[in-house]
């Protein structure tokens, strides 16, 4: 059985940043890319960023300039750190996997409130 735990987030103020961590644990923990989503309320789940095993990352326009991916691929972790965030960044942020055994996995979810 594998799963994706996720830490961080909460209460933030507009301009603040936040950082997001993500990781794995079980067993046959091979992971291809890894990635965050968010989903505001009303909204469908939308692409924040990902990340592959190499390291070659991919943005969603809303976030370029503001977001940094980053993985520690000997832990199995996904980080996502933000900074310069707006009440449109507010939503519940997924971390995902996708393993080469189990396929693809999601975290939690954590909610991130930009507000002040």
């Known amino acids: 059985q594998v799963q994706l735990v996720q830490s961080g987030g909460g209460l933030v103020q507009p301009g603040g940043s936040l950082r997001l961590s993500c990781a794995a644990s079980?067993?046959?923990?091979?992971?291809?890319?890894m990635g965050w989503y968010r989903q505001a309320p009303g909204k469908e789940r939308e692409l924040v960023a990902t990340?592959?095993?190499?390291?070659?990352?991919k943005y969603a326009d809303s976030v370029k300039g503001r977001a940094t991916i980053s993985r520690d691929n000997a832990n199995n972790a996904v980080y996502l750190q933000m900074n310069s965030l707006s009440l449109e960044d507010t939503a519940v942020y997924y971390c995902?996997?996708?393993?080469?055994?189990?396929?693809?996995?999601w975290g939690q979810g954590t909610q991130v409130t930009v507000s002040s």
């Open positions: 990340i592959t095993s190499g390291g070659s990352t």
């Open positions: 995902n996997a996708d393993f080469i055994w189990y396929g693809t996995k």
């Open positions: 079980g067993s046959r923990l091979e992971i291809y890319a």
